[in-house]
């Protein structure tokens, strides 16, 4: 058989090995290597997922090792058993991505989309457009030339790797924005593209597979029972449907319930959903695509639910751990054996999916008209890719094949498209992750204190006993408020700010102010001249007057509007005093500018930012 398809007939349950380790053992002994992940990941810097990933690759090596050492078994044996010893933790994962989807799917909020969303789908065009032609010509035309395959299947197989180039891993990409509280119109957009590239990338492998396998480009030997359309049919709509019908539920019942009432619920729908998926598909012979049910319902409480974010909230509490086992099992499951095996396809897969992400998305961006700063490092936030891929190549595995002696067997294109993903997927997630990172700081959405604190936690950690226990007296002589003044006195405005922000312009007309106001999340917006100068503050109240006056409509602009005496900071305030500046002050955002002479806007510090900030210090120093 071509390329891993050994490999990929063990997808089907063929591995009937005993497991190496139990199963409660092992989910402690990842949250132990989560742990020391995260430990590593703050001393190199680095995002944490990627620390998590090592710490798995790391932990089933070593299991592996163990048991090759102790048992006499083979490397291929003992790396199969402890695959099996993993397989009891799936419940684990799909909680996990199901949370994930779940909170990426709020990101087709109305508001949201109402702002994002005609830019989001003119770069999603191009991005995706130019990603699924570029793989599917290269890999098409790789796979014609190095394997002997029939020109069905080489177009095939170029078609499908072509679309499921376009998923875009949700979970890492979600957790690395949020490790780094990452927020600006580059993050917006990063979201909205992410759950936009895996809906595309789901429906539209489903409707290629049916499309091929009806017209016998792909040799399928369904079940007897197995009803295809019908079963691809709930792999899409049905699930979309399925989305809505839970999503409102859910909502209904976060009304009528307290949080934790209704965090067991909802938590309980999504292990039964992983669970159901696999029930269908072993008695009824159907399935639906739980990847997309779990967005759905994200999509449909973030619109439908009162005060959605109460639930977000304690979903979040929750969460840190269980994303924390849910990346340690990715590692533990990245498959790195099959990396040297990937071949010509491989490569030319992982080349053209990044210059096709690459490309399209800055090409995109220049079409919706996205400012510089954010379109050279947009493709490079969109190229981690993991769990909805695997999901692609299982289902395919399952379903292009043929029967032998009783037994369904994958045919070569299946196969091989199963390990250019499960090598391609090792690559991406490892350094995926620090590419978002790289993306969202350079593009100007990452406060500098956010890294500074980074370092100041590693520091942190390595700390000896002593140094501790010389903290604790200064805390318990009183000492311990002069060396956080001293420490505040390091932190200027400069670190505290976000440099990738929306101003106003003063000759504005009314309409594009208001066109402003209804996409910000703020009550205060700065107004600047052509040369970015600032020149004033318009307040949200400022702007009602003159709603209901059409004559004034037509006369004012941003600049008629401002309050030149509106208050702001200099990027070499202290901490001190930027608190000071906002006690003084209703404003809940205030402006950067770069000197008193010069007055050009640099950045924006929220308030909520510099309160967080100050109480985390506050608790670290012991007050």
């Known amino acids: 058989m071509p390329m891993g398809a050994a490999h990929a007939a063990c997808v089907l349950g063929s591995a009937t090995a005993p497991a190496l380790v139990e199963p409660g053992f ?29 710490a798995g690759v790391l932990l089933k090596q070593s299991i592996v090792g163990a048991a090759v050492r102790g048992s006499g078994a083979t490397w291929s044996q003992a790396l199969e058993r402890a695959t099996a010893a993993a397989r009891p933790l799936d419940g684990l994962t799909d909680l996990a991505l199901g949370l994930i989807l779940f909170f990426i799917g709020a990101v087709f909020e ?18 995706m457009g130019l990603t699924l032609a570029l793989v599917a010509v290269l890999c098409g035309a790789a796979a014609a030339l190095t394997d002997d395959w029939s020109p ?79 079963d691809l049919f709930l792999s899409t709509l049905g699930s979309v449907m399925l989305g809505l019908i839970l999503g409102t539920a859910l909502s209904w019942f976060h009304v009528r319930n307290n949080v934790a009432e209704t965090l067991l619920v909802f938590l309980a729908v999504l292990l039964a959903l992983g669970a159901g998926r696999d029930w269908l598909d072993e008695k009824l012979n159907l399935s639906f695509s739980f990847l997309l049910t779990s ?33 340690v099992k990715a590692g533990y499951e990245l498959h790195l054996e099959d990396l040297p095996s990937l071949g010509w396809l491989g490569a030319v897969y992982i080349s053209a999916r990044v210059v096709g992400k690459l490309w399209g998305a800055y090409y995109g961006g220049r079409w919706a008209r996205l400012t510089p700063l954010i379109k050279p490092y947009m493709g490079v936030a969109l190229l981690c890719q993991a769990g909805v891929v695997i999901g692609l190549g299982t289902f395919l595995v ?34 995926g992750p620090l590419l978002i990172k790289q993306a969202v700081v350079y593009g100007g959405e990452v406060k500098a204190v956010q890294l500074w604190t980074h370092r100041e936690v590693a520091a942190a950690g390595t ?4 140094a501790l226990i010389l903290g604790s007296l200064a805390n318990l002589l009183g000492l311990h408020h002069a060396v956080a003044r001293a420490a505040d006195k390091d932190l200027r405005a400069r670190h505290l700010m976000r440099t990738n922000i929306k101003l106003l312009h003063d000759a504005d007309t009314f309409d594009e102010v208001m066109h402003f106001v209804e996409r910000s999340r703020f009550n205060h917006f700065p107004v600047v001249d052509d040369d970015e100068k600032l020149t004033g503050m318009i307040h949200y109240s400022d ?76 608790a670290n120093s012991g007050t």
Request: no cysteine.
């Open 463 to 466: 700390a000896s006993p002593a």
């Open 543 to 618: 702007l009602r007057d003159i709603i209901y006056d059409p004559a004034m409509r037509d006369l004012v602009t941003a600049a008629d509007m401002a309050d030149i005496d509106a208050p702001y900071l200099t990027v070499e305030q202290t901490l001190p005093e930027v608190m000071d500046k906002f006690t003084r002050t209703e404003y809940d955002a205030l402006p950067v500018i770069d000197s008193e002479d010069r007055r050009k806007v640099v950045g924006q510090i929220e308030q909520r930012d510099v309160i967080r900030l100050a109480g985390d210090r506050k």
């Open 398 to 431: 399952g379903k292009w094949g043929y029967v032998e002696r009783g037994v369904f067997v994958p045919a070569a294109g299946a196969s091989a498209f199963y390990t250019v993903i499960l090598g391609s997927v090792a690559v991406f997630e490892l350094f």
């Open 295 to 327: 967005l759905t319902i994200g999509a449909v409480f973030s619109n439908v639910a009162v005060n959605p974010e109460r639930l977000s909230k304690g979903l979040a509490l929750i969460g840190g751990p269980l994303f924390a086992a849910f990346f």
């Open 110 to 127: 109305k508001a949201h989309i109402k702002s994002v969303g005609p830019r989001a789908l003119r770069v999603g065009a191009m991005e």
């Open 152 to 230: 069905s299947e080489v177009l095939a197989l170029g078609v499908l790797l072509g679309i499921a180039a376009i998923a875009t891993a949700p979970a890492a990409t979600l957790l690395v924005l949020r490790e780094y509280e990452a927020k600006g119109p580059m993050t917006d957009m990063v979201l909205t593209l992410t759950g936009i590239n895996n809906i595309v990338s789901i429906v539209l492998f489903h409707v290629a597979f049916l499309l091929l396998a009806s017209t016998g480009v792909i040799a399928t030997q369904p079940d007897p029972e197995q009803v295809l359309p019908l």
């Open 26 to 54: 092992l989910l402690g002994l990842m949250l132990l290597a989560a742990f020391f992940g995260a430990v590593i990941a703050r001393t190199l810097r680095i995002p944490r997922v990627v620390g998590f990933l090592a």
